[in-house]
């Protein structure tokens, strides 16, 4: 069994950071990739950021230049570094990850239980 457990959320003023991280633990032959996504109230969950195995990065355009996705392979743990935060970062983040437990296995998507981020204006 495959657990995402994600950390590092809260209330911050507006221009300020916040570090959110997410370890998979379990189960796992390969990690793909890991991505953080995030769901504001009323809207559909959006992806944020998101990173391969091999370290490429790719970012929604609204977090470019202020967000940093990176991941410790040894630990099986992505980062989201949240720098110069809006109020309209608003959202509970969710780590994301393609894992395939074992050598026979295909790649499953897995997601932690979210993580609360509240920039106040």
């Known amino acids: 069994q495959v657990q995402l457990v994600e950390s590092g959320g809260g209330l911050v003023q507006a221009g300020g950071s916040l570090r959110l991280s997410c370890a998979a633990s379990?189960?796992?032959?390969?990690?793909?990739?890991m991505g953080w996504y995030r769901q504001a109230p009323g809207k559909q969950r959006e992806p944020v950021a998101i990173i391969i195995s091999g370290g490429s990065t790719n970012y929604a355009d609204s977090v470019k230049g202020r967000f940093t996705i990176s991941r410790d392979n040894a630990k099986n743990t992505v980062y989201l570094q949240m720098a110069n935060l809006k109020p309209e970062d608003t959202a509970v983040y969710y780590c994301n990850a393609e894992i395939q437990i074992q050598t026979w296995a295909g790649l499953d998507t897995y997601w932690g239980q979210g993580t609360q981020v509240t920039v106040s204006s």
């Open positions: 379990g189960s796992i032959f390969n990690l793909n990739s």
